[in-house]
């Protein structure tokens, strides 16, 4: 469901975090599902403010009960340098806002401990290295150097379920001690959920990204191009940068005596880069 816009940014709220609130609204909970929410939205807002500053174009922004995801159709936000930054500072927003609040007065702001309980779990819970929390997307970023970004994605994805099994497991083992440990069962099932769907955005966001150029290419018959001159040693990341929505890039690449050898178009350099991670030169193509 999409709220609004933000500074031009989709807000959507996530289904099971409306089925959330209508619980707690049911339970008269209202203002408690209130601070929820204001404070998962500053968890994301902080996320696209760091990426606006990285420059960086986030698309939309999707509220889930553990924080949500920041969506980029921009292939520069996964630099992971920059990935890195933009994971952090979630769970640093959230981490300071529990700080502030602990040190406010206590008669200063109703509901001050609930503000500190919710923001601490925020920052604390998304530090784990697991996809799609901002944990997981700091190891990715630190595992696409070695291994590329599909298969980066994959393990950070896996770990993620696996996380969310032994978050299930923990819930029912409180269960059969002392009847708790809902709350663990449930954010261990939308961990999971969340963590199989993950592996399937990037190649998405690839499959777009790609049919917008297809068709945009289908429906004029033609399609303005930029060629692009570089040496086999160049770094795809580089000449993915500098490429736009309105032109499509072709490569030709030269070896170190300037000999032509080949042509790479811009759908090869990305799956290249898909591939082999941010390390990838044009050679590797």
């Given amino acids: 469901m999409i709220l609004g816009k933000i500074a031009g940014i989709r807000v959507r709220i996530n289904w099971l975090f409306l089925l959330l609130c209508a619980v707690y609204t049911y339970l008269g909970l209202g203002s408690e599902i209130l601070i929820i929410f204001a404070s998962v939205l500053l968890h994301e807002l902080s996320h696209t403010i760091m990426a606006a500053l990285l420059k960086v174009r986030v698309t939309e922004i999707e509220l889930l009960p553990f924080g949500g995801q920041a969506r980029i159709d921009d292939f520069n936000g996964l630099d992971p340098d920059r990935e890195i930054y933009i994971a952090l500072a979630g769970p640093i927003m959230s981490l300071s806002l529990a700080a502030i609040f602990y040190f406010l007065p206590a008669n200063l702001l109703l509901k001050s401990s609930l503000l500190i309980q919710i923001n601490l779990f925020l920052g604390i819970f998304n530090f784990l290295p697991a996809l799609p929390l901002d944990g997981g997307r700091v190891l990715r970023a630190i595992l696409s150097l070695h291994m590329g970004y599909k298969r980066a994605t994959a393990v950070s994805a896996n770990l993620g379920k696996a996380i969310a099994v032994l978050i299930c497991i923990y819930g029912i083992y409180l269960f059969y001690i002392q009847q708790s440990g809902a709350n663990y069962m449930l954010a261990g099932i939308i961990l999971f959920w969340a963590a199989r769907r993950e592996g399937l955005l990037l190649s998405y966001a ?80």
């Fill in 206 to 285: 690839f499959m777009r990204y790609l049919v917008n150029k297809k068709s945009e290419l289908a429906s004029k018959g033609f399609l303005s191009s930029r060629q692009v001159v570089g040496l086999e040693e160049a770094l795809v990341k580089s000449i993915l940068e500098a490429t736009r929505p309105n032109y499509y890039t072709v490569v030709l690449v030269l070896d170190q005596q300037h000999r032509p050898r080949g042509m790479i178009s811009e759908a090869e350099l990305i799956e290249c880069l898909f591939s082999r991670g941010p390390l990838a030169r044009l050679k590797d193509c």
